[in-house]
């Protein structure tokens, strides 16, 4: 079983800057790539931003320019740096990973991000 926790979300002004953070731990698997996908209240979830294990990167519409997703560190770890945050941004943040041999991704609980004056 591969568990995914995030961390980082919060209540941030517009214009300011958060960073998520993500690890898959278990036992006997493999990463195939990690990434962020949110969803906005009454809104269809969107993919953010996803690395795969070669390194490719895919950042959805809404993250070019301002958010940029990197490997972390430490196995198995992502992170999502999110910058000049707009209102339009407030969802909850899903990390979800893609492991060899499974079909489906993993996904985590999620993290809250609030955009607000």
């Keep these: 079983q591969v568990n995914i926790v995030e961390s980082g979300g919060g209540v941030v002004q517009p214009g300011g800057s958060l960073r998520l953070s993500c690890s898959a731990s278990g036992n006997g698997f493999t990463l195939d790539g990690m990434g962020w996908s949110r969803q906005a209240p009454g809104k269809q979830r969107e993919l953010v931003a996803f690395v795969h294990s070669s390194g490719t990167i ?29 209102a339009e941004d407030t969802a909850v943040y899903y990390c979800h990973a893609q492991i060899i041999g499974i079909q489906d991704h993993v996904w985590g609980q999620g993290t809250q991000v609030t955009v607000s004056s």
């Excluded at 940029?68 to 999110?82: A, D, F, K, P």
């Design 58 to 86: 895919y950042y959805g519409e809404s993250a070019k320019g301002r958010f940029s997703i990197s490997r972390g560190n430490t196995e198995n770890t992502v992170s999502l740096q999110l910058k000049d945050l707009k």
